[in-house]
Nanobody, 126 residues
Framework: QVQLVESGGGLVQAGGSLRLSCAAS????????MGWFRRAPGKERESVAA????????DYADSVKGRFTISRDNAKNAVYLQMNALKPEDTAVYYC???????????????????WGQGTQVTVSS
């Protein structure tokens, strides 16, 4: 069965950095666009970043552009989110997700994504 397992969350001070990882199994990883989403307390789940099947194309939410970097390693079936210059408003549960991408362009729309991980908590203190 398909599994997406996030790791790397934690507590960090404002201005600090974290690197999230997502390990995928049970799916042909290189056929899937991958995305990171987050849900802050009392808010809807929102897109953070997405990366195409090859890793050639990326897309970011305006709120994280210039601070976050999404990457993937298809040989390791893994996707990463490097988060720098973290702000208290980045506090949320972060989820990775997989979107079957053959004959489909990159999207950050959560309804396009087929599989989801359980999430990892990121807390940024001021």
């Amino acid at each position: 069965q398909v599994q997406l397992v996030e790791s790397g969350g934690g507590l960090v001070q404002a201005g600090g950095s974290l690197r999230l990882s997502c390990a995928a199994s049970g799916l042909p990883f290189s056929s899937y666009h991958m995305g990171w989403f987050r849900r802050a307390p009392g808010k809807e789940r929102e897109s953070v970043a997405a990366i195409s099947r090859s890793g050639y194309s990326t897309d970011y939410a305006d709120s994280v552009k210039g601070r976050f970097t999404i990457s993937r390693d298809n040989a390791k079936n893994a996707v990463y989110l490097q988060m720098n210059a973290l702000k208290p408003e980045d506090t949320a549960v972060y989820y990775c997700a997989a979107d079957f991408g053959l004959r489909k362009s990159l999207s950050r729309v959560k309804d396009e994504y087929n599989y989801w991980g359980q999430g990892t908590q990121v807390t940024v203190s001021s």
